[in-house]
């Protein structure tokens, strides 16, 4: 009779573990720096964005020079534009599919960053499996979610395969500034609630005033690690109801496996302080 060797099943479960990638979902208020943050890995950097967020690649410049290899979804090699929400859609969706599950991606490649899900989300709501469901809402609405959904499961297999994934996503601040609401600016309440439930780290990146040692101050970009993001769906429980009722799903900031208590309220805006933070409390 073979006995369970529950230590060496253990010792490979944490080898497993240290050896996976994070999934980062990176938010904050354009301009804030989430492209940027993505030149801080100080590892080989596979940058994916479409045209209106080429800007984001002389941003992630600034401090990966060297490590970035961009490439633009919806141009061809040529720089001329393929495919746009109204012209061609699947073919931005096909070639992202096909780059995440490029064969031996994991070895040329340290991190993959998707900049930003804001750019995406018009090529997902007019690929043709949604436009297929026709103004059936209900469909159409369940279809945006399996894309989603699919584009989810591909960054996540990456991760098993030792690759960090950063996914950026664009947030609008609204109410009181002292104690503001940040909204994710994604279509659906179902995607994005499932973006964020599914991402173990949620960070946000913004621009935070202090004083260096000459009591001077400055603007640095930190980690915001505290906080709410909310997302509001309209419900309405009949064909009368016209108004409807609000229902608000809120998710916290969060660091895989770290304590809210165990952390500063900000952290630099850098990759490899961040890690370093997740892989300390993860080996204990």
Not at 117 to 128: G, I, K, N, Q
Not at 224 to 247: I, P, Y
Request: some cysteine; overall charge neutral; aromatic content about 4%.
């Amino acid at each position: 009779m073979a006995f369970l060797d529950i230590a060496s099943l253990k010792a490979q479960s944490a080898a497993q573990k240290k050896n996976r990638g994070q999934l980062i979902l990176v938010t904050g208020v354009r301009g804030e720096g989430k492209s940027a943050f993505a030149g801080t890995t100080k590892l080989p950097t596979l940058l994916l964005h479409t045209a209106k967020e080429a800007h984001g690649v002389d941003s992630a410049n600034i401090h990966g020079k060297g490590l970035i290899t961009s490439v633009c979804l919806n141009m061809d090699d040529a720089g001329k534009i393929i495919s746009t929400p109204e012209s061609q859609p699947d073919s931005t969706l096909i070639n992202l599919f096909d780059i995440l599950a490029m064969k031996n991606l994991e070895k040329s490649f340290g991190v993959v960053v998707i900049d930003s899900l804001e750019s995406l989300d018009p090529y997902v709501s007019a690929c043709r499996q949604v436009v297929d469901c026709g103004k059936d809402g209900f469909k159409s609405n369940a279809e945006i979610k399996n894309v989603w959904d699919k584009i989810l499961s591909a960054c996540i297999e990456l991760t098993y395969k030792g690759v960090h994934v950063i996914l950026n996503l664009p947030v609008e601040m609204s109410g009181d500034p002292a104690a503001p609401n940040f909204t994710p600016v994604l279509r659906g309440y179902g995607s994005a609630s499932n973006i964020l439930g599914a991402c173990p780290t949620i960070i946000r990146v913004t621009r935070l005033v202090t004083q260096n040692e000459s009591g001077e101050n400055e603007t640095v970009h930190a980690i915001h690690t505290a906080g709410l993001l909310s997302k509001t769906k309209t419900v309405k429980k009949s064909m009368h109801d016209r108004e409807g009722t609000k229902e608000n799903r809120s998710f916290h900031l969060r660091i895989a496996g770290v304590a809210s208590s165990e952390v500063p309220e900000y952290l630099h805006a850098d990759f490899t302080e961040l890690l370093a933070l997740i892989e300390k409390k993860g080996a204990k």
